[in-house]
Nanobody, 115 residues
């Protein structure tokens, strides 16, 4: 069992930055592949970025060059650095932990990009 708690969301102006954090507890963090997903109103949840247990990363095309996922296994935490934010980045952002057939979600953190 893994518990995930996201933090760092908020209201930011277009062009601004935020860093989301996801703190994990309850299991061996380093074995999990970690991901950030987001869900905008009226839309399906989508993958934003993912980092493997070995540190390999992928970012969806819409955030490449603006967002960066990273992890600190010593702190059991995964981060999402978001720069050059756009109004279309507005969504609830969710942290996900996956290992084989197991998957866990956090409660989500709201990110609103608006002037």
């Amino acid at each position: 069992q893994v518990q995930l708690v996201e933090s760092g969301g908020g209201l930011v102006q277009p062009g601004g930055s935020l860093r989301l954090s996801c703190a994990a507890s309850g299991s061996i963090f380093s074995i999990y592949h970690m991901g950030w997903y987001r869900q905008a109103p009226g839309k399906e949840r989508e993958l934003v970025a993912r980092i493997s247990s070995g540190g390999s990363t992928i970012h969806t095309d819409s955030v490449k060059g603006r967002f960066t996922i990273s992890r600190d296994n010593a702190k059991n935490t995964v981060y999402l650095q978001m720069n050059s934010l756009k109004p279309e980045d507005t969504a609830v952002y969710y942290c996900n932990a996956a290992f084989r057939t197991l998957g866990y979600w956090g409660q989500g953190t709201q990110v609103t990009v608006s002037s």
